[in-house]
């Protein structure tokens, strides 16, 4: 379906958390986090034309983001729609973008459009990719076409997913990309194309006093160091994510400790390729995931283990039980 943006009723609200986007050189060396969101508003002449709602949010480092800040910022967004905006454009930092657009994704419940981007180029650099993606999110954010698609990654005039979408370099503007589905459109002259459309996905309800959880993720290797599991077992964990080898594999020793774990609390299984999904149903050696589902652990369908902690954790901290989280990652498995 092609459109190109139509003139919608109300702003659109756009909420800079810092990044790259936003960063100039610091005092001694380095690039850091100045710029608010009425400066990246103004280093774009053509968004002049339309009704925005600059916000400064945070002004922080992608890395630096936390769940406090997040959530948070989903009850803003919340509230933004309900003012009458008419989208929802996040820019900050490209370290977590996949992540934050994740947890937006789950924690949100919206037919207009939110958008996140940010920037691979600081302002100060040649060829800064800001400003284009700035304007991009803008269009996107305005556009009927982009409606009821949850949230969406705009970069490099892409639009992505939140629930596939992964950032594949460390400096390449073209970094964003969804390997298992591709993308979803694209910007063409100022209109919004999109071929494809998604089904809804899950959805993790916000609560005021969100609680604490503890729930990391571990890579497993060649001829990994039980040591490092058993370690993090006798720590007070709620949940644990494991990215696994292949089609989520491991070695009968690590099976044999990932199931004293998975028989007091979740365990969720992942695979570490960044690609595909995790079989069920392929491999019967001590270790293969036939082995590992038979023990408890959970499969995470074909999200990866970064995301799956993610809405692990968001779960955890609104409550969820273990059969609620293995009933959000159903969704991921089909």
């Given amino acids: 379906?092609?459109?190109?943006?139509?003139?919608?009723?109300?702003?659109?609200?756009?909420?800079?958390l810092g990044g790259t986007i936003a960063m100039v050189p610091g005092v001694d060396s380095g690039a850091v986090p100045r710029l608010d969101a009425n400066d990246l508003v103004k280093a774009v002449p053509a968004l002049a034309a339309f009704d925005l709602d600059a916000v400064s949010f945070r002004q922080k480092p992608g890395a630096h983001l936390t769940f406090d800040d997040i959530e948070s910022l989903a009850g803003q967004i919340q509230k933004a729609c309900e003012r009458g905006a008419t989208g929802v454009v996040v820019t900050q930092g490209t370290d977590t973008i996949e992540d934050v657009a994740f947890a937006l994704d789950l924690l949100l419940d919206l037919s207009r459009p939110v958008v996140v981007t940010g920037a691979m180029r600081n302002p100060s650099l040649a060829g800064a990719d800001g400003p284009a993606n700035l304007l991009a999110a803008v269009h996107v954010a305005r556009s009927p076409v982009a409606r009821d698609l949850g949230v969406l990654v705009v970069f490099n005039d892409e639009l992505h997913a939140a629930r596939f979408v992964t950032k594949q370099h460390t400096t390449n503007v073209a970094a964003f990309v969804s390997p298992n589905a591709g993308k979803l459109g694209w910007l063409s002259e100022g209109a919004v194309v999109v071929p494809l459309r998604l089904p809804k996905g899950p959805c993790i309800a916000r609560l005021p006093d969100p609680r604490p959880a503890h729930v990391p993720l571990l890579?497993?290797?060649?001829?990994?160091?039980?040591?490092?599991?058993?370690?993090?077992?006798?720590?007070?964990?709620d949940a644990l994510v494991v990215e696994a080898l292949g089609g989520g594999h491991c070695g009968p020793e690590v099976a044999v400790v990932l199931a004293g774990i998975a028989a007091e609390k979740p365990v969720i299984l992942a695979s570490?390729?960044?690609?595909?999904?995790?079989?069920?149903?392929?491999?019967?050696?001590?270790?293969?995931?036939?082995?590992?589902?038979?023990?408890?652990?959970?499969?995470?369908?074909?999200?990866?283990?970064?995301?799956?902690?993610?809405?692990?954790?968001?779960?955890?901290?609104?409550?969820?039980?273990?059969?609620?989280i293995s009933d959000l990652l159903t969704a991921f498995r089909g």
């Fill in 1 to 16: 379906m092609t459109s190109p943006d139509q003139d919608l009723t109300g702003k659109v609200a756009i909420f800079a």
């Fill in 219 to 237: 890579t497993l290797t060649l001829d990994f160091d039980i040591r490092t599991l058993k370690a993090v077992a006798e720590t007070d964990v």
């Fill in 272 to 324: 570490r390729t960044g690609a595909g999904q995790v079989l069920r149903n392929t491999y019967g050696f001590p270790g293969s995931e036939m082995d590992l589902l038979g023990k408890g652990l959970v499969d995470s369908g074909w999200i990866d283990g970064r995301k799956a902690r993610i809405l692990t954790a968001l779960a955890m901290r609104y409550g969820a039980s273990p059969q609620r």
